[in-house]
């Protein structure tokens, strides 16, 4: 029994859901097609020599230097330490022209594969910087490394502000780095099929062939962050003590788990955690199928003149490919706008036997993607597309196909009259149809439901279906404050409708050839199989009438533009991602790491210096040149820090003992909180970092919403963030302790 991957998205009977929030490809030449299906040779930019490396971004990558700042971006620093463990030179090989290091005014160049095809974002070498500590605000690196807030720079610089990469999925990043082809499991999915020994051999599988996975966390009793993204490093079996478990890695640097494995140190952000506690601590898990040696070749077509279209490619030996159907993802749309959800129809197949097709699908809700994977096979491949994109109006200008593997050229391919002569090739049709129990029905290429044409019965009898239309699988995402909803539906098939209007659809058609009607079964049904009601009203929710153009398509016409280094060089600034709260975030709003309950005015980051002041000792500016930050407004969640007890009148019981703190062992910190008689109960940290290493209370506790929470409350308070809190009604008796380490 195999493992449903593109299915465990959502609850097996709903038509909704919600989601609140290539290894080498970037260093082999990345071949492209533009419009006009020319062949574009590109020179390919080279990587850091190991000197640059050094120079400029410190010591040698390693995954566990990662240590997330006061910014909601986990999914980001997570997808990177999942590609560190075991492709760190993926990550390495991202960083090219180092020619451009070397001047007066250094700019760090990145290659990423955003929307499916090779791109270079340049940055100068200032970040947002907490004066006080010496170090970034936000992703930042252990020992001196400058690779993560480089690569958060370039992300931000690719959305327009660091406050638009707060939270999300690491399959976007995945996707955006190495182009490989992403499987998700979700574990409720998981638990209603039966499905946990599968899914182990899954997650060995994953870990055998070396897969850069992540998970997203839920409420749980194991220590682990809710609402947080985290790194799985691998899956292991074998431990007499604990059979199955995974090694996790927090993006922190530090981590919170206290389940069955024990956990020796919890300053580095990486501790193992038994099969069972991952899947009652996790929602899911996702993987990047990165093989080693794979490349992109993409063409980016025109949507205007190229959405129906056939390309070709070939295959010179038999490895495992992937093509890839890519489009803008929301990131880069305002939430004012339409997601660009398209209606599409992308089916492949190798040209010497054409029925033996498939049809490209989504991974999951959230991409912006599709694929279809081949396990390999050489010879020449066509693909017919059919792209419509009902919900952008005329912002969205172009998509990317293109093929994961072997290097190859897409091209146009001109053995086709009509683009749909080559589906109906793939599934033995013809112009003219049959319907068991309808009749027959001609071919209308004027009239179009969801960007195909249709059929329309050839007489009127009748009939209840007067069309026949190919009803793809199709999507509607909502975005409504931090929340995204998704309705979806659709059988990816061919349907009846009473009229050539897609809200008329109302059952499955068992379609043929009419030429081959005597070799009809002569059991075949004569009643159709009827849609369910779900697919009939997304089928019926058509376009979104809102004209906010200019606004939408801003941040994807703007991505071209990113990778001109030389305006920065010369100068040091930036037009297009400029040293200011323009950079960060909208006035008057809020940043923070909302699984850390860190919500601050975002003005309290706009401070910026450069990478190399940051290497040098010293301080790096006086506290006093910083502006005095406006007012912190009320965070849109619940509110981070919570009430203080109402006053009591004066006791005559002992006053508690202050918190100890013991001396420094291995440069951590056992800061001792101690009991509590009241609600609430703080210590100084300074510029430390503190995880609760002994609670005051076990277990958990359920809100006025349902939602599980732990049974106590740990929080930092103060202009610096420098008292390190615990609140539990009633206080509390045990000696509560606090590992802590410096920043």
Known sequence: MGLPVEELA???????????????????????????????TEEKPMPLSKKDWANSLGPKLDYRQMNQGELGDCYFLAALVSIAYKHPEILENMFVNAALLQGKHPVFSTQWLINGKKSIVATNDQVPVDPRRKAPWFGKGKNGAFWPPMLEKAWAKIFGKYKTIEGG???????AITQAPLEEVSHKKVAKKGLKEVYWKKLMEWTKNEYPMGAGSVPNNNGVTKGHAYSILEAIEGDAKYPRKLKMFNPWGSDRYRGDIPNQDNTDGMFEITFEEFLESFSDARAALVRRGAVISSTTLSLQTQSKIVLQFDMENDQPFDVQFEWPNARFISRSCEVADPNFVVAVAKEDSLTDYKLMVKPSLGASNARASFKGGAGKYLVFVNADFPYTKSWLKEFVINVYGPPTQLVLSKQFQSPIDLLFKMQNLCETVTVPGQGEYKLDEKTKMWGMPIFRATVEDGRKGKVVAFMPRMQKTKRDGDTTNYRYGGPNDWVLSTGDSESQVYALAKVSCSQSLLQLDENEPMEPELLPQSIMEIAASGTDDLDVEGICGKYVDRFPRLGKASTIASSGKDEEFPESMASIAKEGTNCGDAARNIFESCAKYNNWVSIAALRKPGPVLPPTTRAPEPPTTQAPEAPTVPPTSPPTVPSTRAPEPPPVTTPPAQGTRIVELGSSKTDKKCVNIGDMFCTVLDPPCEGKTTDEYGIEDYCYKYFLEGDNLESACVSLSGGWKKNVKLSCEKY
């Open 10 to 40: 959502c609850e097996e009977d709903a038509n909704s859901c919600s989601d609140p929030t290539n290894e080498r490809g970037l260093f082999q030449k990345t071949r492209k097609i533009q419009n006009h299906m020319q062949l574009v």
């Open 169 to 175: 999925h690491e399959m976007e990043v995945f996707k």
